[in-house]
């Protein structure tokens, strides 16, 4: 059996066991001493954690009746008490459709939120901004 002790450039020693041709591929392979060639050194893989994946902020935010009210209230339209079915009025004017039953848990999402307040007034909700 052959053997070879092989240190690398980092700094590891290597031991390596074999018949004759085994080892000399080997070392042919891990140092290019035996044809007195050095390989071309390929990039290296990025790390897992180091790839780049693409951050929330550049992809374009989804349009759905949460994006609506919050545009009315950049708007100021909550600078009065509106109720649930001016929102929806108000929305329908810009051309966003939906039912009065969508709305309600959007707003209350939002209330939660304090993005927008809620007062109760002769037995309905109107909301409000902050």
Request: glycine share 6%.
């Amino acid at each position: 059996m052959a053997k070879a002790n092989l240190k690398l450039t980092d700094g590891t020693t290597v031991t390596i066991e074999g018949t004759p041709e085994e080892v000399a591929a080997l070392l042919q392979r891990f140092s290019g001493a035996v044809s007195g060639q050095r390989r071309p050194s390929r990039p290296r893989r990025a790390a897992s954690s180091e790839r780049k994946v693409k951050s929330a902020v550049a992809r374009p935010k989804p349009n759905g009746p949460v994006d609506y009210i919050r545009q009315l209230v950049e708007d100021d339209f909550f600078g009065t008490r509106q109720g649930l079915g001016d929102v929806r009025a108000a929305l329908e004017a810009r051309g966003h459709i939906y039912p009065v039953t969508s709305l309600s848990p959007v707003l209350v999402r939002l209330v939660r939120k304090r993005e927008l307040r809620r007062i109760k007034e002769d037995n309905q909700w109107k909301y409000v901004k902050p």
